[in-house]
Nanobody
């Protein structure tokens, strides 16, 4: 069983930055791909970014490419999402997810464990 706890959300002006963190429990963290997803009110959950267990492979949604950076620290069982140049359309609840497999994936159905989410609000 894996438990995920997100933190770092908040209210920021457009153009600002936030860094989300996800703390994971469990002994299989370093062999698990991790992902960030987000869900805005009235919309489906959408993929943001993913990183392989080793951290050597990453992948981003086109909407955040060049602005967001995913990283992980396997010694701390943590994954991060650095979000720069934030836009109002980035406003959503952001979820951390774990996929106990080596390969990365960009769809929610491929992830087995989810955190409860952290709210990010970007004002214009």
């Amino acid at each position: 069983q894996v438990q995920l706890v997100e933190s770092g959300g908040g209210l920021v002006h457009a153009g600002g930055s936030l860094r989300l963190s996800c703390a994971a429990s469990g002994r299989t963290f370093s062999s698990s791909a991790m992902g960030w997803f987000r869900q805005a009110p009235g919309k489906e959950r959408e993929f943001v970014s993913t990183i392989s267990g080793s951290g050597s492979s990453t992948y981003y949604a086109d909407s955040v490419k060049g602005r967001f950076t995913i990283s992980r620290d396997n010694a701390k069982n943590a994954v991060y999402l650095q979000m720069n140049s934030l836009k109002p359309e980035d406003t959503a609840v952001y979820y951390c997810a774990a996929r106990p497999r080596i390969g990365i994936a960009n769809a929610p159905q491929f992830y087995d464990y989810w955190g409860q989410g952290t709210q990010v609000t970007v004002s214009s």
